[in-house]
């Protein structure tokens, strides 16, 4: 018990505490809100597309489909360009709203989110354009290359106008976050124009963005101007070490490091999906839009809901259906019963509390065993094009099967797949809670404590 006691307090040390700290950062938090308010404009495109790509893989479809939807599909993929095709902007005005008004309130500062909002577009907005030095001048890129081609240094491909996809999240990031602080610091020293009381609210909002404006259109040209004197842009230079970590994310290693960090902060009571999710949002959707077009990436869209963790944390679907139809213990049977439908739908925060699994060490075994074996069947499934990568995001509470299915544009056999995970899943954890039942049978029946 001694030294299992220690291992939580490592835990606590070593895990809680950093990453505990670097949730409540606030840009970390701005970008949170910014993959929450992301979700549902990501699931409304991707079932656009989901309808484009269903014939792929329900062949039996594609002459009804060439007769009907086919005909009209150029309009109802406007939804999809209109949400995955303009992500960036979605990430940035969010992310400009949100970290304004966590400066606003925490600090006591007469900062408007509906600014920080507007100047952070502004300020990315100026990063798009491609431009070049040559002989001493800086020109607008004029290039056709096959499908993708740049227009006054717009590059324009399949979606729309390409940086302003998943592609530029990151970018979008950065920018919005040197917007807020630069209008921070304005608002901070003072440096705005004040209009009198009587001028309307609205009036009064623009002209105190007026001198922040000008001061992030200086600071964001000279950026510029300087990277693009040396060859490159904000979105090569953030290509580098994101790319690197993009491509750590999508190995099978680095898939089972996210979610033992994640298991590793749900033992010790933090919410750990919420907090990874500030920092791998970007990337798998970035990887979804990269399957979009042909890529075969599994950490991908609702990669971790559709075959990781049914059920919720820890894979407990199967766990939940077992304790609630099949335990011997009356606390379990009623728990597992009150827990079973939000299980269904990847909610599990009554047997993560309840069983307790937090500051369990029994349980934290199969709690850890359980994902990493239905994350690998996962990704080898989708790495050894045994199923379709996923190509959609789908609501993170869709059931067993009914993501992958979606998410893999209808493809049948991921629901094949996502049941062997659950199983899978549950057999790991079948002789531990077995194991448990037996001692809260005794406990109830007071021949012995549970430890």
Sequence with gaps: MESENKVFAQFEKYLMGPMGKVASWRFVR???????????????????LVLNVLPQSLTFLEGFFNSTFFRISDLYMLANKATMGIL???FGLVIGYEYTRIFAEEENLNLNPLNGALLSMFAFFMT????????GKMSLVEQMNGNVSTINGWEVGGDGLSRLGTTGIFAAIIMSVIAVQLYRQCVKHNWVIKMPESVPEGVSRSFTALIPAFLIAFVVLIINGILVALGTDIFKIVEVPFGFVVYLTSSWLGILVIYFLIHALWLVGIHGANIISAFVTPIVLSNLQSNIHGANIPFAGEFQNSFVIMGGSGATLGLCIFIAFAAKSEQLKVLGKAALAPGIFN????LIFGLPIVYNPFLAIP??????????????????????????????PSPI????????GGDYIAVVVALICGIAAFLIWLPFIKIYDKKLVKQEK???SLI
């Design 347 to 350: 909610i599990n925060e009554p």
């Design 128 to 135: 798009i354009p491609e431009l070049v030095l040559k002989s």
């Design 446 to 448: 007071g021949e012995g």
């Design 401 to 408: 099967g009914v993501g992958a299915f979606i998410g893999t």
């Design 30 to 48: 701005a970008v949170m809100a910014a993959g929450m308010a992301s979700i549902p404009f990501t699931i409304v495109g991707s079932m656009f």
């Design 88 to 90: 960036a902007l979605y």
């Design 367 to 396: 709690f850890f065993l359980a994902l990493m074996v239905s994350a690998s069947i996962g990704y080898w499934a989708i790495k050894l094009h045994i199923i379709n990568a996923i190509i959609a995001q789908v609501p993170w």
